[in-house]
């Protein structure tokens, strides 16, 4: 209104849009999470979400890890309020880590955990115990750049201690390999023969699948006799419970 009292048109502000609507379908992507398995003690991980309202503003990651011979503990932090939406992982031999993430949009609504990925680092030769005559090599192309080898019948590597819902060796398969026998808690569980047409490093064969969790030892024993047998580690796969 003006001096005369005369009145202007009226202006409408707005309309206005609070969003009150968390972001979606927080996820960890990328080839790493897919795998069950790793062939290296270090791997990417990436995460993802959606927010078409305000926006994305950060996220947090979490992890929980279980020892070869442990359960899963409690989840730890590993990003906080991060704008990054991949990283690189260092793991250890022999563990398992699971992932989750959330996100958080520009007015600070957050997300829900997302469902976690797991996936484990295997553990190699030289984490099993040998008797008799093994050489212990170091070569590219192998897991972790090492291999147990031998020839003779009755020669074994060992590992006590594993909690494992499934367990792979890994081996190298060739002309000429021998047969391995692979024993749990004093059982046999399978014969296992390496011989193939051409070479093949890093090869996952599956010893057993439990169904649930298993704690023991496992042997593994030479049953052929002068056919090279190469040993490239261990495999052992867990699932994490809901939390």
């Not at 979400?49 to 442990?70: E, F, T, W």
């Not at 009755?154 to 047969?179: D, F, R, S, Y």
Request: charged fraction near 20%; glycine fraction near 10%; proline fraction near 4%.
């Amino acid at each position: 209104m003006d001096i005369a009292g005369n009145w202007s048109d009226p202006v409408h502000a707005g309309p206005f849009f609070i969003d009150i609507n968390a972001p979606g379908a927080a996820r960890i992507i990328g080839p790493a999470a897919t795998k069950e398995f790793q062939l290296s003690t270090q791997f990417r991980l990436k995460w993802a979400a959606s927010d078409p309202n305000s926006g994305l503003k950060d996220y947090d990651v979490r992890y929980r890890m279980a020892s070869l011979g442990g359960d899963f503990g409690t989840f730890r932090n590993w990003k906080l309020a991060t704008t990054l939406v991949d990283a690189r992982w260092v793991g250890l031999k022999g563990y398992t880590y699971c992932f989750s993430t959330r996100a958080r949009d520009n007015v600070l609504n957050v997300s829900a955990w997302s469902a976690e990925k797991c996936t484990a680092i295997p553990f190699d030769d030289r984490g099993l115990t040998a008797t008799g005559s093994w050489a212990r090599e170091t070569a590219s192309g192998y897991y972790l750049g090492s291999y147990s080898l031998s020839s003779t019948t009755n020669n074994t590597l060992t590992k006590t201690g594993i909690m494992a819902e499934k367990l792979l060796l890994i081996a190298t398969k060739c002309p000429g390999c021998g047969t391995v026998r692979v024993f749990w808690n004093g059982v046999a569980v399978i014969d296992i023969d390496l011989e193939n047409a051409t070479k093949q490093r890093r090869q996952f064969i599956l010893i057993d699948d439990f169904g649930v969790m298993e704690t023991g030892s496992i042997e593994i024993r030479i049953i052929s006799s002068g056919k090279p047998v190469y040993i490239d580690g261990l495999a052992v796969g867990k699932t994490a419970p809901l939390p």
